[in-house]
């Protein structure tokens, strides 16, 4: 299948700074990206959209100002947790497709701690 | 609205055949089935994909009724590696993933 990176795996960073996280499509052109958060022993939550050169899309109680989503070119889309908190603490996984009818891939997940 | 419904958890042996069984309610007529396999502090590795019938890869066998209300996926002859969370998520209109609780396989010697 298709590979989707992740960088960086894990961040621990203090209250109030802010964090970005790049996925990439290493062999692929990902026209839409999306990203996850997921609490322990939780199922994936979808946190928003990203369709390359577009504003991301989020979903319903996700906060665009905080949670920044910024998808360039078809290789790269980048999530910055801007003054995150203790309860930003989370695993953020992103996923990528090419088209609409595409199969999504998974990257490997950030482990994001906030103290 | 799309969703998916499929067992919490199941327990098997190694070298069993393990079947887990996703209801789709509401699947839409152009949508595929997909299931994931995450193991913990990972993101979802894609395991197969189909529309109807049985497709079958070198790890795993989906099995699709004709009314496409429910799939199977079938693991064969399972070791402890394959103890992990299996998860069949419905789709949105717009193409969106929606998972659901996922099924925790429990592999035992």
């Known amino acids: 299948g298709a590979v989707v990176s992740q960088h960086p795996s894990r961040v621990i960073c203090k209250s109030g700074t802010s964090v970005k996280i790049e996925c990439r499509s290493l062999?692929?052109?990902?026209?839409?990206m999306f990203w996850y958060r997921q609490f322990p022993k939780k199922s994936l939550m979808l946190m928003a959209t990203?369709?390359?050169?577009?504003?991301?899309?989020?979903e319903q109680g996700v906060e665009k100002d905080k949670f920044l989503i910024n998808h360039a070119s078809l290789t790269l889309s980048t999530l910055t947790v801007t003054s995150a908190h203790p309860e930003d603490s989370s695993f953020y996984i992103c996923?990528?497709?090419?088209?609409?009818?595409?199969?999504?891939?998974f990257g490997p997940g950030t482990r994001l701690t906030v103290l | 609205l799309a969703k998916t419904t499929q067992p919490i958890s199941m327990d098997s042996y190694e070298g069993q055949e393990v079947n887990i069984t996703c209801s789709h309610n509401n699947i839409a007529t152009n949508d595929y089935i997909t299931w994931y396999q995450q193991f913990p502090s990972q993101g979802p590795r894609f395991i197969i994909q189909?529309?109807?019938t049985k497709v079958t890869n070198e790890v795993a066998s989906l099995f699709i009724p004709a009314d496409r209300k429910s799939s199977t996926l079938s693991l064969p002859r399972v070791s402890l590696s394959d103890t992990a969370v299996y998860y069949c998520p419905s789709q949105s209109n717009t193409g969106k993933l929606i998972f659901g609780q996922g099924t925790t396989l429990q592999v035992k010697p």
């Open positions: 996923s990528a497709r090419g088209d609409s009818k595409d199969t999504q891939y």
């Open positions: 189909g529309y109807k």
């Open positions: 062999d692929f052109q990902a026209t839409t």
């Open positions: 990203s369709n390359e050169g577009s504003k991301a899309t989020y």
